[in-house]
């Protein structure tokens, strides 16, 4: 199901600097991979989640985390690469 991301707990990590906090991974192909960080509070634990769907991320690259353990072998092994 898809859930919208307004009723949640849930927003963008920020830096000190009050931009969305990121993450880049230098890819052997010579391209990078930035994931988003967001920030779901379950409980008392926060939960820190990755989201590859970002405008810096080519069109093949932005659905890397848009399903676990899922796709094929290579979708797998850049979640792993990205965790």
Excluded at 12 to 34: C, E, H, I
Excluded at 52 to 80: A, K
């Amino acid at each position: 199901p898809v859930l919208d991301p307004d009723g949640l707990p849930m927003s963008v990590l920020r830096a000190p600097d009050g931009t969305a906090a990121q993450v880049v991974l230098a890819l052997p192909d010579g391209k990078a991979l930035t994931a988003r960080i967001w920030l779901l509070a379950v409980g008392r634990v926060p939960l820190l989640l990755l989201d590859t769907d970002v405008p810096e991320n080519p069109e093949e690259l932005r659905s890397v985390t848009d399903r676990l353990y899922g796709g094929g072998g290579e979708h797998r092994l850049l979640q792993e690469l990205l965790l």
